[in-house]
């Protein structure tokens, strides 16, 4: 009976409660046992008073400690069966490690190579039954073993202990001599090596689920979400510690993890929102569904007094009279999407307003180059007259393959365009200026094309006007280079035979009047031809040809010749005309 208890109770299905209860009634009952027999014998497959009596010593001293547990049960087993020393081997990674020990030796070594250990062996056979080997010495095991032989061992029994099905570890129970191993005593053995492996599996869970934990308290910190529960009775919130990391504190600072309703509202809920905090909790205790909750957002105040902006969700529990006891629920700091979305908010403002006051025309275009967005600052324009279509259902087939060629390239090579355009519409030319960016989708990949175009018809008539006005000029200034390169000829030639006729005068008879009227002649006669050559010179200019010549000159002899030629004319006028040349400038 008491081993159906043991087994029980170490496989997990009996609670602690249960356990001592039913060990002390077989305690009781096996006491009777033995009286009633021979004093000092022992029933056959029974346990013994003293053993039992060790057992529930043993197991009311187990704990949530794994390694504590784990020793208080190698040292049972090793007791019970009255070894040398007992030990829990077990495999951790590439090393055996003895986890449980129970009478090692100061001087024993609890981590090793596994191979050649006697306990690596039953692990790896991972049979659920005793392995029991004798006269150790005389085994291959005296060499492998390294214990075998340091510590004179003879008989060594273990179990291999399973962790969710899987052998990890094995129990043993080893002895300087040679011993006869009872079926109670493997019973014992295996029901420890049993109970064991629940240890192993309760620390896995353990360790899974502080795994979960903490992955679940990373996801809440990442997520800004904190839960509560509210006392409605008591007036007393229950925070998370994630709660408190949303108002940037902690318990410590906070007092705790409760806090009455009225410091909660005064301590994180923003003034103006006090009031429509205050309501939403009484329409809550106020509501009669069960199933009743609510979505709030409201702004809060941060530990150091900035504001911030948090949204609620919250449900409520009721009692059996139907009344609201408790409501609990999740809170989430919403401060940077808010913001962000503010932000959003306004530059989407600010792109509107720039966009109507734009000429700019704005459109994407998807791989199939249909249309699935457009701005167009025109505001009898229907999008929706283009949205959903291509260039070759909306332009002439020249034009739309001209598009259509630009923006498949930059859908194949990835590169922006820009490209001055030209489309028909209703009839009518119109020229644009289009660029072309490749758009994409949030993985990178070219999800079709972004474009922006600019009217720029009355620019490209203005920029034909222009080329025509300035070929007209070039062709007037041809035809001007041409007149006064032929009237320059013509003048020429009747200047040559003034001059030539005039040096003729000169050499015959006249008055010192008629001498220097002469020379007036001659010398103007020289001057105007110099005129012509200029008057070529401009065509030179024109021309881009323009050479300039240095030379000296008679400064004195200049002003002289000048006043000489042009005083006729002053006396006809009534004029004096003379000039003045200080003695310091130089003559030439």
């Not at 014992?188 to 795994?211: D, F, P, Q, W, Y």
């Not at 007036?520 to 031809?529: A, E, P, T």
Request: glycine fraction near 6%; proline fraction near 3%; aromatic fraction near 8%.
């Amino acid at each position: 009976m008491f081993h159906g208890v043991l087994e029980k109770a170490m496989n997990g299905v009996l609670k602690p409660a249960q356990y001592i209860a039913s060990l002390h009634h077989g305690l009781t009952r096996l006491k009777k046992c033995a009286i009633g027999k021979t004093e000092g014998t022992i029933m056959k497959n029974e346990l013994s008073v003293e053993q039992l009596s060790k057992i529930n010593s043993s197991l009311l001293d187990l704990g949530a400690d794994y390694e504590a547990n784990i020793n208080i049960l190698t040292a049972l087993c090793g007791e019970l069966l009255g070894g040398r020393c007992a030990l829990y081997n077990r495999l951790n990674g590439d090393m055996l490690s003895s986890v449980g020990q129970w009478h090692t030796p100061p001087d024993y070594v609890s981590e090793d190579r596994p191979q050649g250990h006697i306990c690596y062996d039953v692990i790896k056979r991972g049979i659920s039954e005793p392995f029991i080997v004798r006269n150790l010495s005389e085994t291959a095991y005296a060499r492998t073993d390294p214990n075998v032989a340091l510590y004179g061992l003879q008989t060594y029994i273990g179990h291999p202990v399973k962790c969710c099905g899987e052998a990890v570890g094995s129990l043993c129970v080893v002895y300087q001599d040679n011993v006869d191993i009872s079926e109670n005593d493997k019973h014992i053995l295996g029901l420890t090596a049993s109970a064991i492996g629940r240890e192993e599996e309760r620390k896995n869970v353990e360790e899974e689920l502080h795994k979960s934990q903490q992955q679940l308290s990373n996801a809440l910190n990442i997520a800004m979400l904190g839960h509560w529960e509210l006392d409605v009775i008591k007036g007393i919130f229950t925070f998370s510690d994630e709660f408190y990391s949303i108002f940037r504190t902690n318990a410590k600072e906070m007092g705790g993890y409760r806090m009455p309703i009225e410091d909660y509202a005064r301590r994180f809920v923003h003034p103006d929102d006090r009031h429509m905090v205050s309501e939403e909790t009484r329409k809550t205790l106020d509501a009669k569904d069960p199933d009743f909750s609510r979505y709030i957002e409201h702004r809060i105040l941060y530990a150091d007094g900035s504001t911030g902006y948090l949204v609620v969700r919250f449900f409520i529990v009721k009692d059996d009279d139907g009344k609201t006891i408790k409501t609990y629920g999740v809170n989430q700091d919403i401060t940077e999407r808010k913001q962000t979305a503010d932000s959003l908010n306004e530059s989407q403002t600010r792109l509107k307003v720039a966009l109507k006051n734009s000429p700019v025309i704005l459109f994407n275009q998807d791989l199939e180059l249909r249309y699935t967005w457009i701005h167009y600052p025109n505001p009898l324009f229907d999008p929706n007259s283009v949205v959903g279509k291509t260039d070759n259902e909306l332009l002439p087939s020249n034009d739309a393959m001209c598009l259509t060629n630009i923006k498949r390239g930059v859908i194949e090579t990835g590169v922006m365009r820009r490209e001055e355009v030209r489309t028909t519409i209703h009839g009518q030319p119109f020229f644009y200026d289009l660029t072309v960016e490749p758009l994409f989708d949030s993985t990178g990949a070219i999800a079709g094309v972004s474009c922006a175009s600019i009217d720029v018809t009355e620019r490209k008539w203005a920029e034909e006007e222009l080329i025509k006005s300035k070929e007209a000029a070039e062709a007037a200034n041809v035809a001007k280079s041409e007149f006064l390169a032929n009237m320059s000829h013509e003048i020429r030639t009747p200047m040559n035979a003034i001059i030539g006729f005039t040096d003729l005068l000169m050499e015959t008879e006249m008055s010192d009047v008629q001498q220097h009227y002469t020379q007036i002649v001659q010398k103007s006669g020289g001057q105007l031809l110099d005129l012509i050559e200029d008057v070529l010179d401009i065509s030179k200019i024109d021309a881009g040809k323009l050479e300039l010549e240095k030379m000296e000159f008679d400064l004195l002899n200049l002003l002289k010749d000048f006043v000489d030629t042009m005083s006729l004319r002053a006396l006809s006028k009534g004029l004096e005309l003379s000039y003045d040349l200080k003695d310091d400038v130089p003559a030439l």
